[in-house]
C-alpha cells in the first residue's frame, strides 16, 4: 500500500496569511495526488484534482503543485471560511490512501 | 446536478451484518466513465477507502485487503443505487461511512451525507 503523509498536523494561522501544508507519499505517485477539505459534520469537498487542478466554482486562492513524491497545497491568503481540516489522497493505486489529515485554525 | 443520498441504520450489533445504500441521482450507476465507492472516516484510522464498483463492457469490484473476506458492493440498476454489505461487524468498524463518485481522472467529486454507524449489543 502507499502510505500518505502530511505535515504540519496543524496550523493556526491569521486571515490573509499564506499558508502551506505538504503532503508525501511512500512512492512515486507521478501526478495521481487529490485535495480534500472537511468541515466538522460535512463529507470531504474536492478541492484539487490531478495534483494541481483547481475543482470547478472553487476561489482562486487554493492552489497545488508536486509530482512523484511530494505536493503542497497552498493557500493564498487564508479566509475565516478556510477553517477546516485538509487530507491528500493518492489515486494512483489501490487501495486508495488518505494522508491524516492537516487541521487549519484562523488566529 | 449529481447527488448521493445515503440510507441504513445506524446502530448494528456485533457480528452482524452492516448494509447501506447509496441512491445516484444526475448520473448512472452503470456510467463507463466513472466509479462508486464506499469510505469510511474513524478517529483511529482515519479515512479508509473500502472498494468501489464500475461498469465497463461488465462489472468489476475492488475491495480493500483490510476488510476483502467480509464485504460486498453491489449496484442496483433497476433503482439506480448500489450498496455497502460488510459482515461479522466489532466495534472497531464503528465509523462515518461515506458513498462517493469517482471521475475519470480518478478524483472523490461527489459524496453522499455519510452515515454514523455504531457497533454495540
Known amino acids: 500500500d502507499i502510505q500518505m503523509t502530511q505535515s504540519p498536523s496543524s496550523l493556526s494561522a491569521s486571515v490573509g496569511d499564506r499558508v502551506t501544508i505538504t503532503c508525501r507519499a511512500s512512492?512515486?505517485?507521478?501526478?495521481?495526488l487529490n485535495w480534500y477539505q472537511q468541515k466538522p459534520g460535512k463529507a470531504p469537498k474536492l478541492l484539487i484534482y490531478?495534483?494541481?487542478s483547481l475543482q470547478s466554482g472553487l476561489p482562486s486562492r487554493f492552489s497545488g503543485s508536486g509530482s512523484g513524491t511530494d505536493f503542497t497545497l497552498t493557500i493564498s491568503s487564508l479566509q475565516p471560511e478556510d477553517s477546516a481540516t485538509y487530507y491528500c489522497?493518492?489515486?494512483?493505486?489501490?487501495?486508495?490512501?488518505f494522508g491524516p489529515g492537516t487541521k487549519v485554525d484562523i488566529k | 446536478q449529481v447527488q448521493l443520498q445515503q440510507s441504513g441504520p445506524g446502530l448494528v450489533k456485533p457480528s452482524q451484518t452492516l448494509s447501506l445504500t447509496c441512491a445516484i441521482s444526475?448520473?448512472?450507476?452503470?456510467?463507463?466513465?466513472?466509479?462508486w465507492i464506499w469510505i469510511r472516516q474513524s478517529p483511529s484510522r482515519g479515512l479508509e477507502w473500502l472498494g468501489r464498483?464500475?461498469?465497463?463492457?461488465?462489472?468489476?469490484?475492488d475491495y480493500a485487503v483490510s476488510v476483502k473476506s467480509r464485504i460486498t458492493i453491489n449496484p442496483d440498476t433497476s433503482k439506480n443505487q448500489f450498496s455497502l454489505q460488510l459482515n461479522s461487524v466489532t466495534p472497531e468498524d464503528t465509523a462515518v461511512y461515506y458513498c462517493?463518485?469517482?471521475?475519470?481522472?480518478?478524483?472523490?467529486?461527489?459524496w453522499g451525507q455519510g452515515t454514523m454507524v455504531t457497533v454495540s449489543s
Open positions: 490531478a495534483a494541481s
Open positions: 489522497q493518492q489515486s494512483y493505486s489501490t487501495p486508495l490512501t
Open positions: 512512492q512515486s505517485i507521478s501526478s495521481y
Open positions: 464498483t464500475y461498469y465497463r463492457s461488465k462489472w468489476y469490484n
Open positions: 462517493a463518485r469517482v471521475r475519470g481522472d480518478d478524483a472523490f467529486d461527489i
Open positions: 444526475g448520473d448512472s450507476v452503470s456510467s463507463n466513465s466513472v466509479a
